[in-house]
């Protein structure tokens, strides 16, 4: 049986953050061709994390204090069914636990990761862990000056989650009692200074894994030792093409499931506050080696300003794009080396941040 496809986009709403985005639109989707056919008012919902298995979209709202869950409708339309404080504020990340059981959000501002037990009907209910980081902030003047948690990423065991550290230059390796939803810090890994990881993404088979740092646009390969939670970096590789004299950033990256390519984009602009441009922006595209090593194949255009946020599409026949500036989402067509064709505009919607794909018979 065809399964029906849906898309859900964050968006940025507030003035403050020169957001043009209404809330969370919904998209259904018909082969390569986009429908919106639902928007739900909401403030920044800039992460969304999908709990398929029960139907239900979470929300992180960017700059403020509190996320939300929303069942799923039949028409993909979203019904609030549970508030709750975040603990920390400016959640920029959430994800789920592999057992499903919990709930984790990074508190970007407040230096934290706290942790929600999920409840039967999919609500968040009081918070079960938290742990606050603590280190030696980079020497970046505004963006360093304390602890900046941007993601939560479960290795694929699933006994251990990272979390990258944009102010402290720092990928901390922690812990998740699958039982209590206590959370504990195992290991400090300390990047270059300066760096600022922002998101990590493990090799689908290697001991190995990837950190797209956005102060200094590149990427550090780091493996993995089974007898310590700490990490050895391996390689750096710049993101940013070098005749591309722009200020920049990197923002997000993406990993075939075959362990052939990995993705990373490149905002230009020296901040979220920036216009960025006055050229579209680029995703680097690079080959994987047996080792997990990385070799640059392209940089491909991202069809828009500010690749905020990218994913491969629920076949992994083509990388999604939303470029926040330009208020567009774009589709990539991968070859079967990984390489990325001429970006197709598919849908437009105010202040793009995030996507997820959703599924229903």
């Known amino acids: 049986m065809a399964r029906e496809r849906f898309a859900y986009v964050g968006t940025r709403t507030t003035r403050e953050r020169d957001g043009q985005g ?8 018909d082969g390569e061709a986009w429908e919106q056919v639902a928007i739900t008012p909401a403030v920044n919902p800039g992460f969304l994390a999908l709990d398929a298995r029960r139907r239900v979209l979470h929300v992180a709202h960017g700059d403020q204090d509190y996320l939300t869950s929303y069942r799923i409708g039949e028409a993909g339309n979203l019904h609030e069914i549970g ?15 592999p057992t499903g059981r919990f709930l984790l959000a990074a508190n970007h501002t407040s ?27 980079g020497p970046h003047r505004s963006d360093q000056k304390g602890s900046k948690p941007h993601q939560v990423a479960f290795a694929p065991e699933g006994d251990v989650f990272l979390v990258p ?9 922690c812990a998740l009692d ?31 894994l990837y950190s797209v740092n956005e102060l200094d646009n590149t990427v550090t390969v780091l493996r993995r030792r089974a007898a310590s939670p700490e990490l050895l970096p391996l390689q750096i590789v710049p993101t940013m093409p070098d005749r591309d004299v722009r200020d920049s950033r990197s923002a997000e990256m993406a990993v075939s499931p075959d362990g052939r390519t990995l993705y990373a984009s490149n905002r230009s602009g020296a901040g979220d506050r920036t216009p960025g441009g006055p050229g579209e922006d680029t995703i680097a595209v690079y080959r994987m080696g047996d080792d997990g090593l990385l070799t640059l194949l392209q940089h491909a255009s991202s069809g828009g300003i500010r690749p905020r946020f990218i994913t491969l599409g629920p076949d992994d026949e083509a990388l999604y794009v939303a470029n926040e500036r330009t208020g567009s989402i774009a589709a ?10 001429a970006p197709r505009r598919i849908a437009q919607v105010g202040s793009p941040v995030c996507i997820v794909f959703f599924e229903r018979p």
Do not use: M, W, Y
């Open 22 to 29: 209404q809330g969370i639109a919904c998209f259904r989707l």
């Open 165 to 173: 550290d944009k102010g402290l230059d720092t990928v901390f390796t």
């Open 83 to 97: 508030r709750r404080q975040s603990e920390g504020t400016n959640p920029a990340h959430l994800a789920l636990d």
């Open 111 to 137: 230096g934290s990761v706290t942790a929600f037990p999920i409840e039967a009907d999919g609500s968040l209910g009081t918070l079960s862990g938290k742990v606050q980081f603590t280190g030696e902030p």
């Open 332 to 341: 990539l067509a991968r070859s079967p080396e990984g390489a990325l064709g």
């Open 178 to 208: 699958p039982r209590s939803g206590q959370l504990d810090i195992l290991a400090a890994t300390r990047l270059r200074e300066g760096s600022g990881p922002r998101h990590v993404a493990f090799h689908p088979g290697l001991p190995v």
